[in-house]
């Protein structure tokens, strides 16, 4: 072998890290430093969720008036002579259906039913009880039109003319105003 011999070139073995360019290297980083954040602040919120967890099971039992009466009535409501695998709606409304037949005036009844129509009670108690405490102006115009409703004799006292005069009211806005001519007009 002379000195004049070819050299052959035998490019020096490269790992990974050495083969990536700078913008690589940089987004490598950023990309492991993200999943390990992420992977922090899930098992924080693991951690919290476990203790949330802890502390509905410790022991704790809410024993206001309210939380008493609502577990009551879903106790009432349930029918625990039932298998609940047998008829799951039995076994959960069962006692209700059972306590609250079909009204005569009814075509269905359920719960939503039951409690609307106990609204309903509460407010005519509300607009026809002259000693119940009225706190707002809406409050206290929603009794006065309550009892104009109501007084039939007042209603048939007057007759049609109570509405003729709001007719004529409307009219004689409708017939001043410059856009209702625009539209009448536009109208074939």
């Not at 980083?29 to 502390?55: N, R």
């Not at 009844?109 to 809406?138: C, G, M, Q």
């Not at 806005?173 to 856009?179: E, P, V």
Request: glycine share 4%.
């Amino acid at each position: 072998m002379n000195g004049n011999q070819d050299r052959i070139f035998v490019p020096k073995k490269r790992n990974f890290w050495q083969r990536r360019s700078k913008m690589e290297k940089i987004l490598l980083v950023a990309t492991v430093l993200l999943l390990l954040l992420g992977i922090f602040l899930f098992t924080i919120s693991m951690v919290q969720i476990h203790k949330t967890g802890m502390k509905a099971d410790s022991g704790e039992i809410c024993l206001t008036s309210t939380c008493v009466t609502v577990a009551a009535n879903i106790i009432n409501f349930m029918d625990q002579s039932a298998d609940p695998c047998e008829d799951i709606y039995q076994y959960a409304c069962g006692g209700w259906m059972k306590f609250n037949p079909l009204p005569t005036h009814k075509s269905e009844w359920n719960r939503h039913a039951e409690l609307t129509e106990i609204n309903y009670n509460i407010l005519k108690y509300v607009l026809e009880d002259e000693n119940f405490p009225l706190k707002s102006e809406a409050e206290r115009k929603a009794r006065t039109l309550y009892k104009s409703c109501m007084n039939e004799t007042r209603i048939e006292e007057l007759g049609l003319q109570p509405l003729i005069d709001l007719l004529n009211k409307v009219s004689s806005i409708l017939r001043t105003n410059k856009f209702y001519h625009e539209i009448y007009r536009a109208v074939p």
